[in-house]
């Protein structure tokens, strides 16, 4: 087992712990002191203020005076994949985790997912994460996996995101792994894919270690927007990616995306039937909703064998209210309410 004590730190492996921190004033500590009061003593501890425009990046400069470990950068606004980046220039660990900086994790997170690194050599470990509200990501039993991640990573109970996982350095820079600065939403499901490809050794543990804040607004409690179409393009990159011979791979990418699709534009209708009065004063609809509406049918379109064909226990009456959307497009809720939907 990893010894604990900081005053023996220098006998623990280097563990870069990368945080992106973007006008997050109201929960930056909650964070910060949560990864600052880790067992685990021997962390490189870097936050990369992106232009925040809130206190964020001085309680950075804060927290950098009281802790050794921490090192700050700050730089021009680029977004998420663009901080972490940054942070994974900067990093000399021999391991890294990410940490969304509205998060916060238990004190033995990095304790315990190092413990399992080192005991399986694995490429990489993950852990339950929390909400209050959502289901675990994950199964109840511990997982250690060889050569399978890459071909379940796509089911629901499998990991698909950087955050409550820890890797090897090298796997993150052997690969080349880079966050895609244009997508905005599923751009940490893209560098999964990549490095499951290359690196599928993994370890995953039923404990829920890392605490995800839904109330500070994530992609599923906001409003629908053209960000959510990235998701739509990164799950098309990797269906791309997936030979055409490796069949129910390329199903479970397909039905998700087609998923997607469908319950982005469900949610998207929603919220504009509860607008309509607003917009119909205005005498016209914001540019993006068409753009929304158009992509999603099409993307539903697109996937559409792979849904219509797929899990055989689906609602019969979704799986119809799908087909006739790809047949009649966003005019079907034209003819039908939104409540028909469901």
């Not at 490189?44 to 090192?71: A, F, N, P, Q, T």
């Not at 606004?77 to 969304?100: E, L, Q």
């Not at 005498?283 to 539903?300: C, G, Q, R, S």
Request: proline letters at 2%; hydrophobic letters at 35%; one cysteine or more.
């Amino acid at each position: 087992m990893i010894d604990n004590n900081k005053n023996n730190s220098d006998e623990q492996e280097l563990v870069s712990v990368i945080i992106p921190v973007y006008n997050v004033e109201k929960y930056l500590r909650r964070c910060l002191d949560s990864v600052i009061a880790q067992t685990y003593w021997n962390l490189e501890i870097i936050l990369v203020d992106d232009e925040s425009k809130d206190l964020s990046g001085l309680i950075c400069d804060e927290y950098e005076k009281k802790d050794g470990r921490i090192r700050v950068i700050h730089q021009s606004n680029g977004g998420v994949s663009s901080a972490r980046n940054a942070g994974i220039d900067r990093m000399t660990g021999s391991y890294v985790t990410f940490i969304d900086s509205d998060d916060y994790v238990l004190p033995d997170y990095v304790e315990k997912l190092m413990n399992v690194m080192c005991k399986y050599h694995a490429d990489m470990a993950g852990c339950n994460t929390w909400s209050k509200g959502s289901p675990r990501i994950f199964t109840d039993e511990n997982k250690a996996t060889i050569k399978i991640v890459r071909d379940n990573f796509l089911d629901y109970q499998w990991h698909a995101s950087v955050n409550a996982t820890c890797f090897r350095a090298d796997v993150i820079r052997e690969s080349r792994v880079r966050f895609d600065e244009s997508i905005a939403f599923g751009e940490d499901t893209l560098v999964l894919f990549e490095v499951y490809s290359q690196y599928p050794k993994a370890y995953f543990l039923k404990d829920e270690l890392y605490f995800y804040d839904k109330s500070t607004g994530g992609v599923t409690s906001r409003p629908v927007s053209e960000k959510n179409l990235h998701l739509l393009e990164a799950y098309k990159r990797i269906f791309r990616r997936i030979p055409r011979d490796e069949k129910i791979m390329r199903s479970k990418c397909g039905w998700i995306s087609a998923e997607l699709a469908f319950t982005i534009l469900v949610r998207y209708q929603s919220e504009k039937a509860n607008e309509k009065a607003t917009l119909v004063k205005k005498k016209k609809y914001p540019l993006h909703w068409d753009k929304i509406e158009k992509t999603t049918v099409h993307f539903m379109r697109r996937y559409a064998f792979y849904y219509l064909t797929g899990k055989k226990e689906h609602d019969r009456k979704l799986k119809w209210v799908y087909f006739l959307i790809c047949v009649l497009g966003r005019f079907y809720f034209r003819i039908h309410p939104i409540s028909v939907v469901f």
